[in-house]
Structure formats: structure tokens, C-alpha cells
């Protein structure tokens, strides 16, 4: 029988509610049992689900090894990929091969805010393209955005399309003081200032339209349609070597593709898309992205498709991004480009569309929409769950990884099979909580009871353990020498989920724990008066992104991603569901 709260958590109540220099450890995971008829895991020929157990614990580091015989064809491919240290190398050659054609007025770009200042900054960097082709009939888009000079300190470099900053810029009526970090910048308002509201629309960047003689079938609204196999996002150097983390940070690297206002219906061939409904991150890169030095390290972040699959992007496409050099404040001057690398070709039936279901859990309410920001008092452990279910089908999950913010983020996980109610979770974690109740903390103690007590409750209910994340300490490197990144860990990427069916109807339950790595950690603190009366914390982010084909299932589908925020196109739905009208933060 479940114990009761009173019972459960009584004899953590004299524990020392925040220990922050010790990591919680959660119990030990049961093989699932390999003989069950129903088994959700999708496995190679003549594995067990049993070669599932060691992934599932949560702390497993992304390496080649990590790519198990298990996996079937197709997850495994995309696995190995990762490590293929070919790719580095190909397009640093093609980089520094380029002769790079400035285009004006494409872009938007700031350099700030504090504590970072550098007052001979120069805000204004230019966009600068190369094509390359290649001999199977796709090209390379090869994009710079600079050159950056910084000396560390976490400073922001900012860029954005200047038709996506003006969409922005129009929807609030020409203000600046709207949730995202750089258009608060001076170089960024000022530009938005002279470009925006004017007769002529700010130019599109210049990807893939003028290299192929396209005919306008990619959609059933006649759109372009490029299909992408490969991609970089990150920064480079002036002689074209690829710069990882350290020293430069990838907050954020996002390429949208131009889908129209509404996605209820048609719109005309060559009408502007809006960028504001169109921020669903189609191609993305953050920090924690990077693999181990000795696992490919910045090799990871160049992305291959699963074999046979590409993602389908709607043209024009439009970027957003920020970059931080984490190196000491002070040092010397590093000379730097944001890089962009696309390899694709018009969509022609030759690949399958690969989709990412972006599940991100966030407290009921307090959301902001695509990006699934939200705020965690930076010293203390805290937990709250969600639970929903998938509306499409899937017969394997292709490819998956896990997107979080470490220094705060101690665990998450994801069961598939069984309701919150099945499970009993409400009766262990709090959960579906509001802006006015915000988060709930608990003791490490009462966090390990209560791990262990939804573990078997789990079991009973017949539910299928699919995605694990736990922070480890072999999953960040120290920075050599000391950087100004928070204790000087750089966090890698770590593995999160194994291959599992995905049906309409199937519910999930998702299970998040906070907790600061370090004392550090704890002292991170952003203003949060806003939410909550004197309430400072800090911005996470609790990310399963899972890569599946729905073409079969859904006739001509061919958007990058899908999420409980997109109207026609949903892959899943919280429950409750959200109204999405919550208060929005940085991405």
C-alpha cells in the first residue's frame, strides 16, 4: 500500500532541506522485464530489452560506446554519426575554401549587456555566404556573421534576420521592451529603429533560393521546400577552424523556417511568412550539445540525418542567436565568426521527413510558449511532474537526445504506458501547479522516498521507463585554464532516451528534479520579484527531443517539429492542457 505524505516524508522533515555540494542518487533501475508481451522498446534482432537497463540509469555520457548493439539499424546509425571525426574536418576544409559574398541589411546584431561592456565594440557585423557542391547533387550553405572581437567575461553576441527582427519589432508596435535578451540591447533597438516600419520589407537570407531550379511543389501551397541532411550551427574562427565551448557558448542557435500566420490553412506561393508564429526552433544548437574531448568533442554539434530521412524546411529561413566568449574576463582578443552550415537540396521524394517532438516539461502554466523556459529558486532541490499523451503515431522513436541546463538540473525522466493517476504520482510529487503556486521544494530525503516509492508504483501500473537523465560528474570537463563559466564545468552531452513506439492515446508521465551542482550553483541567482513576491532563481529548460518519421500516419506532414503549441500540426498534449498564455522568458 502507498504510504501518505505525512508518513512518507515524516522522517525527512529535520533533514537539512539543501545540501548543495551533494549530488541526490536516485535508486538503483530494474531491468525491465524482457518477457512482457506488450514491450514498448523497439530493439535489433534478437536483443533483449534487458541491453536497455544500463542507458536507463540516466548518467551515461554520449560516446560511441553508448551506441549499443541493441539499437536498431537506423537509431544506432544515427548514433555512431556523432563520432564520425570526418565531418569536422570536411567542413572546416570547405570553410576555408569559401570566398565569402557580403549581403547587406540581412541581419540585426548587438554586442552586451553587462556585466559585460566594451565600450569600442562595434555593433554592426555583416552576413557573409559561400556555397559549396557536392557530388551527390546537394549543396552546402556556409554562413558567417561577424567578425566578433571579444576578450571573455560571458558577454552576448546577438544576431538576427532582419525580416524576423522587424516582425517582432512590428507586433509590439515599434517598442523594444519585449521578452527576448537581445532586442533590449542598444545596437539591436537602434538598428530595429532604421530598418523596421518602412515601405520596403527588410531582404530574407539568401539560403538555397537561387541555387536550384525549383518547382513549386515541395507543399500543397506550392512553397519551396529544402531538404536538410546535415547541419553545423556554431562559431568559427577567421581561417575557418571550428571554435567549441571553450571558449565560445552556444546559448542559443536557432534557424526558423517561413511558415505562414495561421496554420490552419494555404497561403499564396510567395507570401512573407510570420516569423513570430513561426519560432518553433526547426534547426537548433546549445551548449550542452558538445560531446567529451575524447568522443568527438565539437565534432558532435555537426548533425547528420538519420540515414535515409532529412528535415523539410519551408523557405525563407531566418536565424536567431546568442553567443557568449566564457573565457576570463580580461583576456586577450579573440577575432570570431558565428558560423551556419546547411547541407541540402530541393525536396524530391528521395528522403523521408524527420520530425522533432519537442516534449518539454515546464510547471503547469508557467510556460513561454516554444521555447519552454521557466525559472527554479537557484538553491534549493525542487520537483514537480506532467504528465499528457501522444496524438500521432510512430513506429520507432529515429533518434533522441536530451537539451537541459546541468548546473541546476539534477534529474528527469519520462515514463510511457501509464497515467499519473495509474502511477499515483500526485500521491508522492506535486504537479500540476500554477504561476500563483509556482514550484514546490523538497528535501533530498524526501526526494529519494519518493523516488523510490514511484519506481515500484511504476512497475505495478505496467509503465514503460523510456528517457533518463541524471547529472553525473563524467558527463562535464574542467576548463583549462580557468574560464568564467559557473565552477569552470563545462557539461556535455549526455544520452536520454532509447528507442520506444510511439501510438495515439499512449500517455507519458514526466518527472523533473532540480537541484544546484554546487554552491556556486546556488548563488546564481536571476530577479524573479516578478513571479513572487522576493523570489530570485534561475532559467531551465527540461527537453526530450525525440526525431520521428509521421508521414505514414499523417498524409504530406512536413513541419520540422511539433508541440502542444502548434494548432493542426500537435504531436502531443499536456493534460491539463495549457491555454498558453503564460508569462515569457529567455530561450
Request: hydrophobic share 35%; with cysteine; proline share 7%.
Amino acid at each position: 500500500m502507498l504510504m501518505s505524505l505525512p508518513t512518507l516524508f515524516a522522517a525527512a522533515r529535520s533533514v537539512d532541506p539543501f545540501e548543495a555540494t551533494r549530488e541526490i542518487q536516485p535508486p538503483t533501475i530494474s531491468a525491465p522485464d524482457a518477457t512482457r508481451a506488450d514491450d514498448r522498446y523497439v530493439l535489433s534482432a534478437g536483443s533483449s530489452s534487458t541491453a536497455y537497463a544500463a542507458l536507463l540509469k540516466g548518467n551515461t555520457p554520449a560516446t560511441l560506446e553508448s551506441c549499443v548493439d541493441a539499437f536498431p539499424a537506423e537509431y544506432r546509425a544515427a548514433c555512431v554519426s556523432q563520432f564520425d571525426e570526418t565531418k569536422q574536418v570536411n567542413i572546416e576544409q570547405l570553410a576555408s575554401a569559401c570566398t565569402w559574398v557580403p549581403h547587406e541589411d540581412v541581419v540585426m546584431s548587438a554586442h552586451g549587456p553587462p556585466p559585460y561592456i566594451d565600450l569600442e565594440h562595434d555593433d554592426t557585423v555583416s552576413y557573409e555566404r559561400c556555397v559549396q557542391s557536392t557530388p551527390t547533387g546537394e549543396v552546402w550553405e556556409l554562413a558567417r556573421v561577424g567578425p566578433w572581437t571579444t576578450t571573455g567575461g560571458i558577454d552576448w553576441n546577438s544576431v538576427l534576420s532582419s525580416s524576423y527582427a522587424c516582425d517582432i519589432h512590428d507586433s509590439v508596435g515599434g517598442g523594444f521592451d519585449i521578452p527576448i535578451e537581445k532586442q533590449k540591447l542598444p545596437g539591436m533597438a537602434n538598428q530595429m529603429s532604421t530598418r523596421c516600419n518602412v515601405a520596403l520589407r527588410p531582404p530574407d537570407l539568401p539560403f538555397f533560393e537561387d541555387q536550384f531550379a525549383w518547382t513549386r511543389g515541395g507543399t500543397a501551397d506550392g512553397h519551396l521546400v529544402v531538404a536538410i541532411s546535415e547541419y553545423m550551427l556554431g562559431a568559427i574562427s577567421p581561417s575557418g577552424r571550428l571554435l567549441g565551448y571553450p571558449p565560445i557558448h552556444a546559448h542559443h542557435l536557432h534557424i526558423e523556417e517561413g511558415r505562414p500566420a495561421s496554420d490552419t490553412g494555404p497561403s499564396p506561393p510567395g507570401s512573407p511568412p510570420d516569423w513570430l508564429a513561426s519560432a518553433y526552433g526547426a534547426l537548433v544548437a546549445h551548449g550542452d550539445e558538445q560531446c567529451l574531448e575524447g568522443s568527438n568533442g565539437v565534432g558532435c554539434l555537426i548533425k547528420r540525418a538519420v540515414p535515409g530521412y532529412a528535415t523539410m524546411l519551408r523557405l525563407p529561413l531566418a536565424i536567431t542567436v546568442d553567443q557568449q566568449d566564457v573565457r576570463a574576463n580580461g583576456s586577450a582578443p579573440l577575432r570570431w565568426y558565428t558560423f551556419l552550415a546547411l547541407k541540402g537540396r530541393p525536396r524530391d521524394g528521395s528522403r523521408k521527413a524527420v520530425t522533432q517532438m519537442k516534449l518539454m516539461f515546464y510547471p503547469l502554466q508557467y510556460n513561454n510558449s516554444v521555447f519552454g523556459t521557466f525559472l527554479v529558486p537557484s538553491a534549493a532541490s525542487t520537483a514537480f511532474w506532467r504528465e499528457g499523451r501522444f496524438l500521432v503515431n510512430a513506429s520507432s522513436v529515429l533518434w533522441s537526445y536530451v537539451h537541459t541546463h546541468p548546473a541546476w538540473m539534477s534529474e528527469m525522466w519520462m515514463y510511457v504506458g501509464a497515467s499519473s493517476q495509474q502511477m499515483r504520482v500526485g500521491e508522492v510529487l506535486t504537479g500540476n501547479i500554477s504561476l500563483t503556486q509556482y514550484i514546490t521544494e523538497y528535501s533530498g530525503a524526501e526526494l529519494e522516498a519518493a523516488r523510490a516509492v514511484l519506481e515500484a508504483n511504476a512497475k505495478r501500473a505496467d509503465a514503460t521507463l523510456v528517457c533518463h537523465y541524471r547529472r553525473d560528474s563524467s558527463m562535464f570537463e574542467v576548463g583549462e585554464p580557468e574560464t568564467a563559466e559557473l565552477d569552470n564545468h563545462f557539461y556535455r552531452k549526455p544520452m536520454g532516451c532509447v528507442p520506444f513506439r510511439i501510438t495515439a492515446g499512449l500517455p507519458f508521465v514526466g518527472i523533473v528534479v532540480t537541484l544546484p551542482s554546487s554552491k556556486a550553483a546556488a548563488r546564481a541567482n536571476t530577479d524573479m520579484r516578478h513571479l513572487k513576491g522576493s523570489y530570485y532563481g534561475s532559467g531551465e529548460h527540461a527537453f526530450f527531443r525525440l526525431f520521428v518519421n509521421l508521414e505514414e500516419t499523417l498524409e504530406g506532414y512536413d513541419y520540422a517539429t511539433c508541440e502542444p503549441t502548434l494548432t493542426t500540426h500537435r504531436c502531443y498534449d499536456f493534460l491539463p492542457q495549457d491555454d498558453f498564455t503564460g508569462s515569457a522568458g529567455s530561450h
